[in-house]
């Protein structure tokens, strides 16, 4: 069954430093997009990615957030000086179709813990 | 502001029974809502969904009822399995922004 997949699961870094999580949604999926969840919160949603370019964004997704499709196949958010408040676990998501009309398959996540 | 609501942090239900789980909204501008299932270290899997057309879809074991006057949405599990263990979030969406997610409702099936 195909399967969204996420890497690093789980990253460590430094206040400040920059990030880039990746993600390599379904083959025949069009949407794209980044989730994440603090420890003890709800899933937030980020950013949905279409056609090769940002479609929505979230108050939570500001400038030290960004997103790619760099090579047709994989996704990445690139966090470009983390916070302690960015530790989460980051979910990538694909979908057909629209959000709002269809399933979105999810990554198991990636765990970042800033220090 | 939280749109999409689950007001039980946890549930137990015992083996065989029913479980319901419930979901309230505030946006009417939702048209589609779907309920995802998660394990712990494991990505939301996407368990059954219901447009605002329907009040009722059914799959297997799994049913989503949806009242549209009340901005109220529930699934059942009928009967609950320890498989069934996990943590159900309530997601609605409407349009292209992804979804919003409730926080989740822990459930437990007791044997």
């Known amino acids: 069954e195909p399967e969204v997949t996420q890497t690093p699961s789980h990253q460590v870094t430094q206040m400040g430093q920059e990030v880039i999580l990746r993600c390599v949604p379904i083959?025949?999926?069009?949407?794209f997009y980044w989730y994440r969840q603090i420890l003890g919160q709800k899933v937030e949603f980020l950013v949905s990615?279409?056609?090769?370019?940002?479609?929505?964004k979230s108050e939570i997704f500001d400038d030290q957030f960004s997103v790619e499709r760099p090579d047709g196949s994989n996704f990445t958010l690139k966090i470009r000086s983390t916070k302690l408040e960015d530790s989460a676990m980051y979910f990538c998501?694909?979908?057909?179709?629209?959000?709002?009309?269809?399933?979105?398959?999810f990554g198991e996540g990636s765990r970042l813990t800033v220090l | 502001d939280q749109q999409v609501k689950q007001n039980s942090p946890s549930l137990s239900v015992q083996e065989g029974r029913i479980s319901i789980l419930n979901c309230d909204y505030t946006n009417s501008m939702f048209d589609y809502f779907l309920w995802y299932k998660k394990y712990p270290a494991e990505g939301p899997t996407f368990l059954i969904s219901i447009s605002s057309i329907k009040d009722k879809n059914e799959d297997g074991r799994f049913t989503v009822f949806l009242n549209k006057s009340a901005k109220h949405l529930s699934l059942h599990i009928v009967p609950s399995q320890p498989g069934d263990s996990a943590v159900y979030f309530c997601a609605a969406g409407g349009g292209a922004d992804g979804l919003t997610f409730g926080k989740g409702t822990h459930l437990i099936i007791q044997p």
């Open positions: 998501a694909s979908s057909e179709l629209l959000a709002g009309t269809g399933e979105l398959f």
């Open positions: 990615f279409y056609n090769n370019e940002i479609s929505e």
């Open positions: 083959s025949n999926h069009l949407y």
